[in-house]
Nanobody, 120 residues
Framework: QVQLVESGGGLVQPGGSLRLSCAAS????????MGWYRQAPGKQRELVAS???????NYAESVKGRFTISRDNAKNTVYLQMNTLKPEDTAVYYC??????????????WGQGTQVTVPS
């Protein structure tokens, strides 16, 4: 079994910053890509940012220049530094990890979600 535990969400004023963390634990042989998604009320879940095991990153256009994704492979942890937050960033943020188990099977896992609220 694998668990992804997120932390760092909360309420922040426009222009403020938050840092999300997500730690993976359990039966892990290797973690391929890790990423952050978000889902606002009434909207579909969307990719915010992703990072490969080698450090290649990808960002949604709406967060480029404001958000930075990073990971610590030794700790199986991914981070999302969010700066210059806007009301439209308000959503539940979910961590995702594509994990390879020791027998070679690969699965996507999700965290429980953490609320980020930026009031208008």
């Amino acid at each position: 079994q694998v668990q992804l535990v997120e932390s760092g969400g909360g309420l922040v004023q426009p222009g403020g910053s938050l840092r999300l963390s997500c730690a993976a634990s359990g039966s892990i042989f290797w973690i391929n890509a890790m990423g952050w998604y978000r889902q606002a009320p009434g909207k579909q879940r969307e990719l915010v940012a992703s990072i490969t095991s080698g450090g290649t990153t990808n960002y949604a256009e709406s967060v480029k220049g404001r958000f930075t994704i990073s990971r610590d492979n030794a700790k199986n942890t991914v981070y999302l530094q969010m700066n210059t937050l806007k009301p439209e960033d308000t959503a539940v943020y979910y961590c995702n990890a594509r994990i390879k188990h020791i027998l070679g099977d690969v699965y996507d896992y999700w965290g429980q979600g953490t609320q980020v609220t930026v009031p208008s």
